[in-house]
């Protein structure tokens, strides 16, 4: 019987709030632990671009990427910087970045696993938005692409080749076919390719916090404080210890974003996970404006129509996560959102403005970490997901609870394991 098994969520964002949602549903005894308000700023999933894209197979590091370093050191403006100062403490991460992403063989590996996790995405997310009785918070309208011309498009091949490789399909818009698409698309863009299964969540804070309500609502328990370490005998686990005493239980998952990488070295891990810094702008009081969320192929920028108005979400800067935020880069994307739809210029100066930064989890391949401790194997490593935790977190919660209930998950996790940082 799963309910005389009691399990740990350690860290409620997105992925917590996903494995602690499908544990309940096959009535194990959960609980949660968590310091901060659940779907609150302190996480990446309250502020991330909210989309939802079986195209997200693409990882950041592909070949060629080292030539542009130099540029990123010395271009504060770019999609992808890095702040001087940190350079040598980042660059072991750096160089393992890079490496990752070497060869077209290496993207490809990556790009398939990603895949396992995400092209029925929008799907699962449809499922459990409809299971805590909020289906409205996932909007079904797809994700469009685009770029300043067609040879634009064609320049980014490798990126449209994973693609379609990994059973991605889109429709290619040009001029103004592309504006009947997104009227308030301006004419920096005259190509774009539409992703129809993509999906976006209109309020991904909210979105956690109700996922996280069902779950109490099904007898699940929230303890508000911090996971500090683990109590372990003969290799079996006894307890979480938090901030506010020991959380006895029979296993435990890590889904504690940026804050995994201290627990899963307490459990003899040495994960390099590595905070890839991002921003989001917010333009809240629209009364008209884009309808579809749009990524611009220049400035990377997802922009992305919300409950709260237009979120601009983007850029990557590599720093610690004790370093302070640089606004600039919020503006940057406000720069950005003026340029993409130059008819709301003159709503950006009316329009209330929210700016925040935010910690993706990251390892330098791109790919999460899904495995069972090296301390014990009642404690799960469930974080890692970078660039793609929204919308990877319904299948990372499958393979939880496939590990933890002793099943084989529906995917080939092997891409997933711990032992590819030991080489
Ligand atoms: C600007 C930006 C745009 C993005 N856009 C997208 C997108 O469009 N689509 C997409 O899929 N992904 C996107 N991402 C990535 C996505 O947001 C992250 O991958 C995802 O939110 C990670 O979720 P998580 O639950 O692992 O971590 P988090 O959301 O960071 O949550 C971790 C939680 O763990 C808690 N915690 C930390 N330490 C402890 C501890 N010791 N004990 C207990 N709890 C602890 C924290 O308080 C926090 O609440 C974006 C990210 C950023 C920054």
Same mark, same amino acid.
């Given at each position: =019987?799963?309910?005389?098994?009691?399990?740990?969520?350690?860290?409620?964002?997105?992925?917590?709030?996903?494995?602690?949602?499908?544990?309940?549903?096959?009535?194990?005894?959960?609980?949660?632990?968590?310091?901060?308000?659940?779907?609150?700023?302190?996480?990446?999933?309250?502020?991330?671009? $909210?989309?939802?894209?079986?195209?997200?197979?693409?990882?950041?590091?592909?070949? %060629?990427?080292?030539?542009?370093?130099?540029?990123?050191?010395?271009?504060?403006?770019?999609?992808?910087?890095?702040?001087?100062?940190?350079?040598?403490?980042?660059?072991?991460?750096?160089?393992?970045?890079?490496?990752?992403?070497?060869?077209?063989?290496?993207?490809?590996?990556?790009?398939?696993?990603?895949?396992?996790?995400?092209?029925?995405?929008?799907?699962?997310?449809?499922?459990?938005?409809?299971?805590?009785?909020?289906?409205?918070?996932?909007?079904?309208? %797809?994700?469009?692409?685009?770029?300043?011309?067609?040879?634009?498009?064609?320049?980014?091949?490798?990126?449209?080749?994973?693609?379609?490789?990994?059973?991605?399909?889109?429709?290619? !818009?040009?001029?103004?076919?592309?504006?009947?698409?997104?009227?308030?698309?301006?004419?920096? !863009?005259?190509?774009?390719?539409?992703?129809?299964?993509?999906?976006?969540?209109?309020?991904? %804070? $909210?979105?956690?916090?109700?996922?996280?309500?069902?779950?109490?609502?099904?007898?699940?328990?929230?303890?508000?404080?911090?996971?500090?370490?683990? /109590?372990?005998?003969?290799?079996?686990?006894?307890?979480?210890?938090?901030?506010?005493?020991?959380?006895?239980?029979?296993?435990?998952?890590?889904?504690?974003?940026?804050?995994?990488?201290?627990?899963?070295?307490?459990?003899?891990?040495?994960?390099?996970?590595?905070?890839?810094?991002?921003?989001?702008?917010?333009?809240?009081?629209?009364?008209?404006?884009?309808?579809?969320?749009?990524?611009?192929?220049?400035?990377?920028?997802?922009?992305?129509?919300?409950?709260?108005?237009?979120?601009?979400?983007?850029?990557?800067?590599?720093?610690?996560?004790?370093? /302070?935020?640089?606004?600039?880069?919020?503006?940057?994307?406000?720069?950005?959102?003026?340029?993409? !739809?130059? /008819? =709301?210029?003159?709503?950006?100066?009316?329009?209330?403005?929210?700016?925040? =930064?935010?910690?993706?989890?990251?390892?330098?391949?791109?790919?999460?970490?899904?495995?069972?401790?090296?301390?014990?194997?009642?404690?799960?490593?469930?974080?890692?997901?970078?660039?793609?935790?929204?919308?990877?977190?319904? =299948?990372?919660?499958?393979?939880?609870?496939?590990?933890?209930?002793?099943?084989?998950?529906?995917?080939?996790?092997?891409?997933?394991?711990?032992?590819?940082?030991?080489?």
């Amino acid at each position: =019987m799963t309910a005389d098994r009691h399990i740990a969520v350690i860290g409620s964002g997105i992925v917590g709030a996903c494995v602690a949602a499908a544990l309940s549903a096959e009535t194990y005894r959960v609980t949660i632990i968590e310091p901060g308000p659940v779907g609150g700023e302190q996480a990446a999933s309250f502020g991330n671009g $909210a989309w939802i894209s079986p195209a997200s197979v693409v990882p950041m590091s592909v070949p %060629g990427l080292w030539k542009k370093v130099p540029g990123y050191l010395l271009d504060p403006t770019g999609p992808l910087t890095i702040r001087w100062p940190y350079l040598p403490a980042m660059l072991p991460w750096l160089v393992r970045f890079l490496l990752s992403g070497f060869t077209e063989a290496r993207v490809e590996r990556t790009a398939k696993a990603l895949a396992s996790l995400l092209s029925d995405a929008p799907a699962r997310h449809r499922a459990l938005a409809a299971r805590i009785g909020q289906p409205e918070l996932i909007a079904s309208r %797809g994700l469009l692409y685009v770029y300043p011309d067609r040879s634009a498009f064609a320049s980014d091949g490798l990126s449209w080749r994973l693609r379609r490789q990994n059973g991605v399909r889109w429709t290619e !818009y040009e001029g103004a076919a592309l504006r009947a698409v997104e009227p308030a698309l301006g004419p920096g !863009y005259d190509f774009g390719a539409l992703v129809a299964e993509g999906a976006h969540c209109v309020d991904p %804070g $909210a979105y956690v916090a109700s996922i996280k309500d069902h779950v109490l609502a099904g007898g699940g328990q929230l303890v508000t404080a911090a996971a500090t370490g683990f /109590s372990v005998a003969k290799g079996r686990l006894r307890g979480v210890e938090t901030s506010k005493g020991m959380v006895d239980c029979d296993a435990a998952v890590i889904c504690a974003g940026i804050g995994s990488r201290r627990l899963a070295r307490l459990c003899g891990d040495n994960v390099p996970l590595c905070s890839e810094r991002g921003y989001h702008a917010v333009i809240g009081g629209l009364h008209s404006g884009p309808s579809i969320p749009v990524m611009t192929s220049d400035s990377k920028s997802a922009n992305t129509p919300t409950r709260a108005g237009l979120r601009i979400a983007g850029q990557v800067e590599i720093a610690p996560v004790r370093a /302070s935020p640089d606004w600039r880069r919020a503006d940057l994307l406000l720069k950005h959102a003026a340029a993409t !739809y130059p /008819s =709301m210029r003159d709503a950006l100066q009316a329009c209330g403005i929210t700016r925040w =930064m935010g910690h993706r989890p990251s390892t330098p391949d791109g790919l999460p970490v899904m495995d069972r401790s090296s301390l014990s194997p009642d404690i799960l490593h469930a974080f890692g997901h970078g660039h793609v935790g929204l919308a990877a977190a319904p =299948m990372t919660a499958h393979i939880v609870t496939s590990l933890i209930g002793k099943r084989e998950p529906a995917s080939d996790i092997r891409p997933f394991s711990l032992r590819r940082f030991s080489g």
